[in-house]
Structure formats: structure tokens, C-alpha cells
């Protein structure tokens, strides 16, 4: 595609939900990154992929969320019994290979009530 | 632990004024810095910096990186009020490819 493109753009959900955000990266980028970013905050890296294998997920808070990339294209970020914390601007990002500029995604507003 | 610190948290300046942003960092094994503007959404790239001391320019907006002294400054001359943005550095380290954002700084220009 032209650009990252994620869906949902918004998702409202109950504390306790499980929810799942989904990016599709640019055609032909090997790299995928996940960050999330709070008001006034800048993006807080959470998990990366190269391929399909997650090269490094350091930065996810807990185990609580999971993120899976298959095919080595489109990925799904996982979020299992969602607290009101976990209310952010997930943000995904695809680069054509490890260390080039990354593209930004227009991001999944998650909203835990 | 890795981090990077932008100065100033925001700016209000007027249109036709220079600006100057600041980004320290204090990372093992530095690789990159880089640049994004953010506007409403999607952070969109500007400048990519390897190496100390070359200017990276696109129009109106340049980028320096000090490598000895660990920061970098992006400048924009001329301002316009569509420079209004929140400006974001962001480094990679060797050994990751996963990239440290700073918080920020938050550029308002008025007409």
C-alpha cells in the first residue's frame, strides 16, 4: 500500500476487554514497530519485528500484551484484560530494513473505561 | 539506562523567526539520530544523522549532530505557521534497531 495503514483508528472498550490493533505495513518493508504514546508524551517503543520473529520486545510492559507478525506483513498487537492505564495512541511503523527511517501509521486511539 | 532529552518542551514563536531545537542523548553504542515532525498523527520523517559535524538541509529546515558532545540541534529559519508541530528526535544504538524517542518539543508560530 501507499502508506502504514491501522485499523481501528478509535477503540473504545471496557476494563477486563481483551482488544486487538492491527497494522499493515508498507509493501515490501521487512522491519514492523510497535510504540505507544500518551498525551505529551513521545512514542515509548514496545516490541519490533524483522520478518516474521520479534527481534526485540523489550518494551513491553507486561505479559499482558502480545504481538504477532505471521507472514512477515501485516501484524496484530494483542492486549488481554485491559486496564485503564493502557489507554494511549498505539502508533505502528514499518522501515525498508533494520535502521532506515521509519514510516508512522496514523495510529489506533485505545480508550479503556 | 538509554535516553534522550529535548529542549525546549515547547516554543511560541512568530512568523519569520529563527528557532533552534535541542536533543541531548545519552545511549551506549550510538548509530543514528533522527528527526520526525508530528503534527496531528502519523510522526513524519525529516533527517536522518550518522556522522558529526555534516549539515543536513531540506528548504527552510537543517540539522546538525555532535557526536562528542552527544546532541543535536535542528534549525528552522523563516518560520511559517505551518511549522506548527511537536518536533521529535529519536536515536538507535548498535546491537537494536529499536529507536528511543525524546518527549518532544512542542512548536507553536503565530502569524
Known amino acids: 500500500g501507499a502508506g502504514v495503514s491501522q485499523t481501528p483508528s478509535n477503540k473504545v472498550t471496557e476494563k477486563g476487554k481483551y482488544v486487538e490493533l492491527r497494522c499493515d505495513p508498507i509493501s515490501g518493508h521487512t522491519a514492523l514497530y510497535w510504540y505507544r504514546q500518551s498525551l505529551g508524551q513521545g512514542p515509548e517503543f514496545l516490541i519490533y519485528f524483522q520478518g516474521t520473529g520479534a527481534a526485540d520486545d523489550s518494551g513491553l510492559p507486561n505479559d499482558r500484551f502480545f504481538a504477532v507478525r505471521p507472514e512477515g506483513s501485516v501484524s496484530t498487537l494483542k492486549i488481554q484484560r485491559t486496564e485503564r492505564g493502557d489507554s494511549a495512541v498505539y502508533l505502528c511503523?514499518?522501515?525498508?530494513?533494520?535502521?532506515?527511517?521509519?514510516?508512522f501509521g496514523n495510529g489506533t486511539r485505545l480508550t479503556v473505561t | 539506562e538509554d535516553k534522550v532529552v529535548q529542549s525546549p518542551l515547547s516554543l511560541v514563536v512568530h512568523e519569520g523567526d529563527t528557532v533552534t531545537l535541542n536533543c541531548s542523548y545519552e545511549v551506549t553504542n550510538f548509530r543514528s539520530l533522527l528527526w520526525y515532525k508530528q503534527e496531528k498523527k502519523a510522526p513524519t520523517f525529516l533527517f536522518m544523522l550518522t556522522s558529526s559535524g555534516i549539515e543536513k538541509k531540506s528548504g527552510r529546515l537543517s540539522s546538525i549532530l555532535d557526536k562528542k558532545e552527544l546532541f543535536s540541534i535542528l534549525n528552522i529559519t523563516a518560520t511559517q505557521t505551518g511549522d506548527s508541530a511537536v518536533y521529535l528526535c529519536?536515536?538507535?544504538?548498535?546491537?537494536?534497531?529499536?529507536?528511543?524517542f525524546g518527549t518532544g518539543t512542542r512548536l507553536k508560530v503565530l502569524a
Open positions: 511503523a514499518s522501515s525498508w530494513e533494520e535502521g532506515s527511517p521509519l514510516h
Open positions: 529519536a536515536v538507535t544504538t548498535s546491537g537494536t534497531y529499536k529507536y528511543i
